[in-house]
């Protein structure tokens, strides 16, 4: 729910790959300002993009809060800056969920089925949140083993991965891109009136998104950092142009 007060950003509390995790004055509410790092193949390979930061804050911003006017609870509270986005403190089930609707990356490479081939269904997958273990791929019993989630998590883990693919599938498909696939987070509020509540996390965005133009299948997402495929700056640029309808915004240098 959000507050009357905007809320002020406080402490630094973690530094991620392309995020920073601040404290605010408001209990249950954390700050999270997006950097332009870029990283691939976990974190060896390294880059400054600029404008990358301003490209996913507000392409997630704006997905997230589609995401909730369509029934889906999410961490997003409000957008006090370009570049940040006040949220649900939420405590991180370390179960990333990725949703794939054509094989690509991973997968192609795991099963040896080609990439772009079109799958039969939404095929979902568990990967326990890792970086010292490289994000292995898990299944839910280890995940209940391991304690990392209970069975009524994952089963709304799923439903809602689900959910969220049917709802981006249509929206990228609006700017003629197809999606190959997506990682989710969630995470469980931590606030009094919201304990346990399960609450969509982190971020939308074509970092952690397959997008593949229609027709010509060229990259909009981070493929093109990682297989050096042309500039990542250019190609989040146009994506954000695509999205919003007009050029993003010169850079105030703030
Ligand atoms: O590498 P893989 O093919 O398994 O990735 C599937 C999808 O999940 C891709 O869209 C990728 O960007 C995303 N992903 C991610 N973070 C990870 C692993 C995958 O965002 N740690």
Redesign the pocket.
């Known amino acids: 729910m959000a507050t009357s007060d905007s809320p002020t950003r406080k402490a630094l509390r973690y530094t991620g790959k392309a995020k920073e995790v601040y404290d605010t004055d408001q209990p249950g509410l954390v700050w999270i300002h997006f950097t332009d790092g870029a990283t691939a193949f976990n974190g060896v390979k390294k880059a400054t993009i600029a404008d990358k930061g301003r490209v996913n804050a507000a392409i997630s911003a704006h997905i997230f809060e589609r995401l909730e006017a369509a029934g889906v609870p999410t961490h997003l509270v409000a957008t006090p800056g370009p570049l940040d986005h006040v949220c649900h403190e939420v405590e991180i089930i370390p179960v990333?969920v990725?949703v794939?609707n054509v094989a690509?990356?991973?997968?192609s490479k795991r099963l040896g089925i080609e990439e772009g081939t079109v799958l039969p269904r939404p095929l979902v997958e568990f990967?326990y949140k890792s970086d010292e273990l490289n994000?292995p791929l898990i299944t839910h019993d280890i995940a209940l083993m391991m304690g990392w989630a209970e069975a009524w998590e994952l089963a709304y883990l799923e439903h809602a991965a689900l959910e969220v693919n049917d709802f981006l599938r249509d929206f990228w498909g609006e700017f003629e891109l197809d999606l190959?696939?997506?990682?989710l987070e969630f995470g469980r509020a931590t606030a009094p009136g919201q304990r346990g509540r399960i609450l969509l996390a982190d971020e939308i965005t074509p970092?952690?998104?397959?997008l593949w133009e229609r027709g010509t299948r060229r990259r909009f997402?981070?493929d093109v950092f990682r297989r050096d495929l042309g500039d990542l700056g250019d190609t989040y640029r146009a994506l954000f142009a695509r999205v919003f309808g007009q050029d993003l915004p010169a850079a105030t240098g703030a």
């Open positions: 990333e990725v794939r690509a990356g991973g997968l990967f994000d190959i696939d997506f990682k970092d952690g998104s397959r997402d981070k």
